[in-house]
Each structure stands twice: as structure tokens, then as C-alpha cells.
């Protein structure tokens, strides 16, 4: 390995270009990671990252195509041949700095964006080797290069480097309510612009979703805290505890500021609404991974929480995953219940191995019909239809029909409901201007403009739950439309 890394680099050095058959020789490196034992015994980081050996090879297979269709598939449109052409060269600093040109959060996104439907998916490399499992790991390039940032703060000559303060001020002033993903990418834009600009939470921690939903296992808290950190240094205040509509008005946030962002997020949960829904023991993903995320449940916390012993997530997104391998570290049996098969899945497929591998059970064509309690109101299983697909509904994706007849009990003591998030509705029923659709989305045009002038939104309270490159981008179209607008009316 180390010789293939010498020879390359000595080639590229001496200015040979490396042909492509080359290339797609060097082996796909794969992310190490924790063993599924030793794991599920703390919540400690699954994926360790690649070390800088691995990180080489795995640029090496970059073929730097011109086109760069991957960039295409990037909802930011980070400049992903160019960056990767600095990890080949072993600058590392000069990588992130072209990241952190067009993504904020890269430390982030390098973990949980799903590589493998965006950038990776049009990878030349996963095409010509007709295997998308083959394709260049870009995201875990990103990881890297934002990792190594962190981890060798003696590289960088001033504290934080890629991304200075913006040294122009405009003087005009955002307010962004919600600091996830959507508010955090406006707040960096506006900044560099030269905005003042400063962040409204409800929350005592900012992150919105990064902080409290996603596990410390995929997403370490001090990673986050670390983007956050890179925000302020862009000049950039944030205000926790702070409920818009509650704490202060929009109205209010109108008189002193010259624009607004509303990106308060998705996390009004769905529920099955079948009978026993009210039982004890009974939550939604949302609540569980809030109460274990930020609350610390179970790690000495302010929260209680009840030590089960058989779980059962119904769902089959990320967000099932996640509460899924929470509830397998406090010790429970846990058991996914999903409405379609595997194939239909919603879960990035790596969430869906690693839960498996930590000893989750995912039993597919099932739906609970009722959540079944003891005489203390507590639960104690679920009556369960079986299913099988039948034709395929507007999405594309077949439709689950029941079998009739054909029930199972399951014994559980807690049962958690994962199937999705409406937008949160607060905010927008404080506003009478402000235009939702039917489930409370907030309704923006072209450039994330609400209905009323100055105000813009972006990210979950948009369009629904999405991801958090999908909120990125919106951020950074809001963003861009808010300078836009501030130089056409000085
Ligand atoms: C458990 C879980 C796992 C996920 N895993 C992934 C993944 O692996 N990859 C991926 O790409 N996406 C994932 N997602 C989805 C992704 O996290 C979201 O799409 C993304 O965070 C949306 O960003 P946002 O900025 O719109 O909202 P959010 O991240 O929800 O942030 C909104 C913020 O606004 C605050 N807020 C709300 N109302 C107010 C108010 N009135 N005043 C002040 N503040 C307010 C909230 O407290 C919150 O902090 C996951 C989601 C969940 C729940």
C-alpha cells in the first residue's frame, strides 16, 4: 500500500500524468470501523475515519474528470475533483479550504449526507466499474480533510484559516430563527457577505437535528460544536433559549432587523393513530433520541428513562435506524417494524447493515393494528397485520396490502413511532401573513421568499423532513437572495 502511494505521488510530482486503467486499479479503500461486539456497549463513533494513508489511495482513484458530473449531483456544488486533486498532493488545508468555499458544515456533511443518492451516485469511477459500491468515497474525503483540519491546528497559521471573517460590513442586520443545517449555512453566507448576523434558538444547544436527533455514534456532538465554533469566528452571534413567537415576535425581529430566515425545522412527529397509541411506553423517535441526545437519558441525564427490554421502531428511515441502535445500547431487544421490504427502505442501505450487524431484528411486511397494554396502562405488545406489496402508488414505490387474516402478537414494553415529521407548526400560526400549505409547509418562491417581503425560509419547514445538504442548499440560495436584495435597495 505505502510503495502504491509512493509511486504515485513520485510519478505526479515529476509531473506524469497517471493513466486511467491505472487508477481504477488502486482497491476502493473501506471506512474502518468499530466491531458491532464492542460497539453496542457505548455511543461512541461507529465509523473511525480514514487514516492518511487510506485517504491518499482513495483520492488516487479519482480520475479528475472534467465535467465533474459528481459536482452536478452535490445540492452545494462543493468543487469535488479539485478538492480530492489537493488530498493527492497531501494538501490538506488547501482541500478544505475549497470545501468550506460552497459548505460550511464539512466535518458534517462528510458523515451523514447520503453520498450514495448525490455526488457518489454519478461517480465515473462507480459507472466504469459498473459497481456504485466502487464509486470514489467522496464524503468520506470530506470527513477527512475536515477532521484533519480540526486535529492539526498547528498546520493552520491563524486559528481558524479556510474561512475568514468577511473584513466588508454592509451594515444591514439578518435574523435567523432555527440554527440547524438550513439557518446555520445563511448565517455563514450572510456573514461572509458582511451581515450582521445572529441566530435564534429555541433550544439550550444549537444544531437543530445535528445536535439533538442524530446519535453521538454517527455524529459526535464535539464535531458539531467544532462547525459551530468555525461559524463564530465568521462573526456570527447565536441566541439559545430563545422560542420565536414566543420569546419575541416575528414582529418584533422585524423592527430590528432588515431580513429574516425561518428555518425552524420539521419536528412536529406523525402517528399511527391506532388504539393504545396513549399507552405508557409508547413515544415518538423524536422524543427518544431528544431525551438520550441532549437530555443525556441513560448517561446520568436529567431525564428519565425506562430501561426496556424489547423494543419494537416502527419506520424505516434514518430516523428508525437511529432510535433502533440508541435503544440497542441501553441494553434492549430491539425489533424494526417496517410496512414494505428491504428494498423499499427509505434508510441509507449503510444504516441498515450496521443495525443488523448490532443484532437489530427488521421484520418487513408488517403494520401494527393495535399497541396492546397490561391493567396498568403500560405496554405489552402489538397486535401486527401482515402485509404484501401490491401495485405501485404515485411515488413509484409498491404499496403494502394486507393479507387477510393473518395477525401475530408481539410482545414488547416499549414501543417507538418513527414515521416522519410535519413542519413545526409554531412559528407560522404566529404569523397570519405568512402563507403554509395543507401540512404547514412553509410556501417560498424561486429564491425561498416567503409571502412576506425580507422574510425567507428554507430547509424541513419547507418542504418536510429532508436531509441536511437538501437544507444546505436551500440556505445557501436564501442566503444568496438576501444579499441580492440588499443591493438592489441600499
Ligand atoms: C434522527 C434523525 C436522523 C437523521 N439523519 C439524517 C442523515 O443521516 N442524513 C441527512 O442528510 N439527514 C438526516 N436527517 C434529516 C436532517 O437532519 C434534516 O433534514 C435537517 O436537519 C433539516 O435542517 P433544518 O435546518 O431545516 O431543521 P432542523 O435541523 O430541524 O433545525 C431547526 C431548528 O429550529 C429550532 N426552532 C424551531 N422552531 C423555533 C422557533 N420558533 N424559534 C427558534 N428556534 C426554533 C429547532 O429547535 C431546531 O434547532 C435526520 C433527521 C432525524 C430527525
Redesign the pocket.
Known amino acids: 500500500m505505502d510503495q502504491l502511494v509512493l509511486s504515485f505521488a513520485q510519478r505526479a510530482a515529476r509531473g506524469e500524468s497517471i493513466p486511467v486503467q491505472e487508477r481504477l486499479k488502486v482497491p476502493a479503500q473501506p471506512m474502518p470501523v468499530q466491531d458491532p461486539e464492542s460497539r453496542i456497549h457505548t455511543m461512541s463513533e461507529v465509523a473511525l475515519g480514514y487514516s492518511e494513508q487510506e485517504a491518499r489511495l482513495e483520492s488516487l482513484r479519482c480520475l479528475g474528470c472534467p465535467t465533474a458530473p459528481c459536482v452536478a449531483h452535490c445540492p452545494v456544488a462543493v468543487d469535488i475533483p479539485r478538492f480530492i486533486a489537493q488530498i493527492q498532493r497531501a494538501r490538506y488545508r488547501e482541500a478544505l479550504q475549497i470545501i468550506t468555499q460552497t459548505n460550511a458544515l464539512p466535518a458534517i456533511c462528510g458523515r451523514?449526507?447520503?453520498q450514495e443518492k448525490q455526488c457518489q451516485c454519478a461517480c465515473t469511477v462507480g459507472i466504469a466499474l459498473k459497481d456504485p459500491a466502487h464509486a470514489v468515497g467522496i464524503g468520506r474525503l470530506e470527513r477527512f480533510v475536515a477532521d484533519w483540519e480540526r486535529e492539526h491546528p498547528e498546520a493552520v497559521p491563524e486559528q481558524r484559516a479556510p474561512c475568514e471573517k468577511s473584513e466588508k460590513t454592509s451594515g444591514k442586520k439578518v435574523a435567523v430563527?432555527?440554527?440547524?443545517?438550513?439557518?446555520?449555512t445563511v448565517a455563514a453566507d450572510c456573514a461572509r457577505a458582511g451581515h450582521a448576523v445572529t441566530v435564534?434558538?429555541?433550544?439550550p444547544y444549537?444544531?437543530?437535528?445535528?445536535?439533538?436527533?442524530?446519535?453521538e455514534f454517527?455524529l459526535p456532538k464535539q464535531i458539531v460544536d467544532a462547525e459551530l465554533e468555525r461559524l463564530r469566528t465568521y462573526g456570527v452571534v447565536i441566541k439559545t433559549d430563545?422560542?420565536?413567537?414566543?420569546t419575541f415576535t416575528v414582529a418584533e425581529l422585524q423592527r430590528t432587523f432588515d431580513a429574516l430566515f425561518i428555518?425552524?425545522?420539521?419536528?412536529l412527529p406523525q402517528f399511527l393513530n391506532i388504539a393504545g397509541e396513549d399507552l405508557v411506553g409508547v413515544c415518538s423517535?423524536?422524543e427518544y433520541?431528544t431525551r438520550v441526545n441532549l437530555m443525556k437519558a441513560g448517561r446520568g441525564g436529567d431525564t428519565p428513562l425506562f430501561y426496556s427490554k424489547v423494543v419494537t421502531v416502527i419506520g424505516g428511515g434514518?430516523?428508525a435506524m437511529?432510535?433502533a441502535r440508541v435503544a440497542r445500547r441501553l441494553r434492549a431487544d430491539v425489533h424494526i417494524i417496517y410496512r414494505r421490504t428491504r428494498a423499499e427502505m427509505p434508510a441509507?442501505a449503510e444504516?441498515i447493515a450496521h443495525a443488523e450487524e448490532e443484532g437489530i431484528t427488521i421484520h418487513f411486511l408488517r403494520t401494527p393494528l393495535q399497541i396492546i397494554g397490561t391493567d396498568h396502562g403500560r405496554v405489552s405488545g402489538l397486535q401486527l397485520q401482515r402485509l404484501r406489496l401490491g401495485a405501485a402508488d404515485s411515488s413509484g414505490r409498491r404499496s403494502p396490502v394486507p393479507e387477510s387474516g393473518q395477525t401475530d402478537f408481539f410482545a414488547c414494553d416499549t414501543v417507538i413511532v418513527a414515521l416522519g415529521?410535519h413542519p413545526?407548526p409554531?412559528?407560522a400560526r404566529t404569523v397570519s401573513a405568512l402563507n403554509t400549505d395543507s401540512r404547514g409547509a412553509i410556501i417560498v418562491d424561486q429564491d425561498q421568499v416567503t409571502s412576506i417581503p425580507f422574510v425567507f425560509a428554507?430547509?424541513?419547514?419547507v418542504h418536510g423532513?429532508?436531509?441536511?445538504?437538501?437544507?444546505m442548499g436551500e440556505?445557501r440560495k436564501a442566503a444568496a437572495a438576501i444579499t441580492q436584495r440588499f443591493a438592489a435597495s441600499p
Request: with cysteine; aromatic share 4%.
Open positions: 451523514v449526507c447520503p430563527i432555527g440554527s440547524g443545517p438550513a439557518g446555520l435564534f434558538e429555541a433550544l444549537p444544531g437543530g437535528v445535528l445536535q439533538y436527533g442524530i446519535p454517527r430563545t422560542l420565536i413567537g414566543r428555518g425552524t425545522g420539521a419536528g423517535a423524536n433520541l434514518n430516523v437511529d432510535a441509507r444504516e415529521n413545526n409554531l412559528l428554507g430547509g424541513d419547514s423532513a429532508a436531509t441536511v445538504i437538501l437544507a440556505g
